[in-house]
């Protein structure tokens, strides 16, 4: 069902985050057809089964780049 769709999307939001070769930046904002919080739980989860994985604010990571 529609649940589980979503659950499914989570997932593969969360392993992109797990194989990204750089930090992830996470946009103040909605990002497509998804809230700023479901992007922040997935970073969260992407985090949990990586501590070493770096996530920061998008506007952050434009600052420090600079």
Do not use: C, F, K, Q
């Amino acid at each position: 069902g529609l649940i589980w769709g979503e659950l499914a999307r989570h997932d593969e939001a969360v392993e992109r985050m797990l194989d990204a070769e750089m930090p992830i930046a996470l946009s103040r904002g909605p990002v497509g057809d998804r809230p700023r919080g479901w992007w922040g739980a997935a970073a969260g989860r992407a985090m949990l089964a990586d501590p070493d994985i770096e996530v920061e604010w998008a506007y952050a990571a434009l600052h420090n780049h600079g």
